[in-house]
């Protein structure tokens, strides 16, 4: 590292300010010089005019090297009263961890200084609320995980217990076994999916949204018809550019939760297209139990659901905390309504990709 590099910002400013310090001394220092010589006659080597001159010359030689040290000292003074809330910010932010991320710098000001400690708070606002999230996430993942393996290991140590156990019980205490690993299966895949989409979109690629509904409609299709629920579809092209592993693994979250989250004798309703300016839209409509409107952003975020108990309907509470962070991830707008007859009206508006437009069969 040069020399230059490692000059600090006090010593650059004084330097900075130093120089036109010195200029004024070193002006009010010559003027008298100048004037001295000006009135000295011409063709005379002598006089008092001579001795005048000489007298400045002197007081020029060791006034110069004192207006510089001045300069110097006044440079430095200023430069540090200038960054004098510099060292409070930075000070006060080396401080704040987090474990204390509830501090604030609250500089007092309009200044450039004051716009900063307004940044630095916003942020650590924002981080003290990421945190929360996170260790209300990682408590939740782990009560998730730990109820199916105790689920498991009393299942385990009953068929150990058990004097009388025979071929047959011990055949359906695996069956059991395997149901609760499956849905371990699905609990880490739809972590992992979470995970991934609020990591954000890495590659982007030309994806038609109704191209990946009618896949996700047409699988489940199969289970709509075994809890009795009509699912319909209106898709018209709705080209994006996007992750394609994710927008399906959205597509279908807001499927299934609207699946799972109805009524016997219900109705799905998938449609895709384009808005009116032209971005693409994915509208999921389905009919339920009635959701309260303020309750509607708690229902994005991982592990909440309705009724506020722990009973799932073959879920885990992550599908549409997944749909809000694959939103996310590609920009987009996500705009939930709650219908007053019951259910959920859910759309999804992301970017539109006109240049890979394709026509939905």
Request: net charge neutral.
């Amino acid at each position: 590292m040069t020399r230059r590099a490692r000059r600090s910002v006090r010593t650059r400013l004084t330097l900075l300010y130093a120089v036109p310090f010195f200029a004024v001394g070193a002006l009010l220092l010559l003027v008298p010089m100048i004037s001295v010589g000006d009135t000295e006659p011409a063709g005379t080597g002598g006089g008092r005019p001579g001795i005048d001159l000489d007298v400045h010359l002197v007081s020029v030689a060791v006034g110069l090297p004192l207006v510089a040290l001045i300069a110097l000292l006044l440079g430095w003074f200023v430069a540090g009263r200038y960054l004098r809330p510099l060292h409070a910010i930075t000070a006060t932010a080396r401080e704040i961890s987090a474990t204390s991320l509830d501090r604030r710098l609250a500089l007092p000001g309009r200044d450039e200084f004051g716009e900063l400690a307004a940044t630095l708070d916003d942020l650590y606002g924002r981080l003290r609320a990421a945190f929360e999230s996170q260790r209300h996430f990682v408590a939740n993942a782990s009560h998730e995980l730990r109820t199916p393996l105790s689920a498991e290991r009393a299942l385990l140590q009953l068929a150990l217990d058990d004097p009388d156990a025979t071929v047959d019980t011990l055949r359906e205490t695996c069956r059991e076994l395997l149901e609760l690993n499956v849905g371990q299966e699905h609990l880490v895949d739809a972590l992992l999916t979470l995970a991934t989409g609020e990591q954000g979109v890495a590659r982007a690629e030309p994806v038609d949204l109704a191209e990946v509904a009618a896949r996700v409609a047409s699988t489940a299709t199969r289970d709509a018809g075994t809890r009795g629920i009509v699912l319909r579809t209106e898709l018209r092209a709705a080209p994006t550019r996007g992750d394609r592993a994710l927008l399906a693994s959205l597509v279908s979250n807001l499927v299934d939760n609207a699946l799972r989250y109805n009524r016997a004798g219900g109705r799905v309703e998938v449609g895709t297209g384009l808005d009116d300016a032209g971005r693409a839209r994915l509208r999921v409509a389905n009919t339920g139990p009635a959701v309260p409107p303020d309750e509607l952003p708690r229902l994005f975020r991982p592990f909440q659901r309705l009724d506020g108990n722990r009973v799932r309907r073959g879920g885990h509470g992550l599908g549409l905390a997944i749909v809000r962070a694959v939103t996310d991830a590609h920009g987009g707008e996500l705009a939930p309504v709650a219908r007053p007859d019951g259910g959920l009206v859910i759309t999804v508006t992301l970017r539109a990709d006109l240049g890979s437009a394709t026509t939905a069969q």
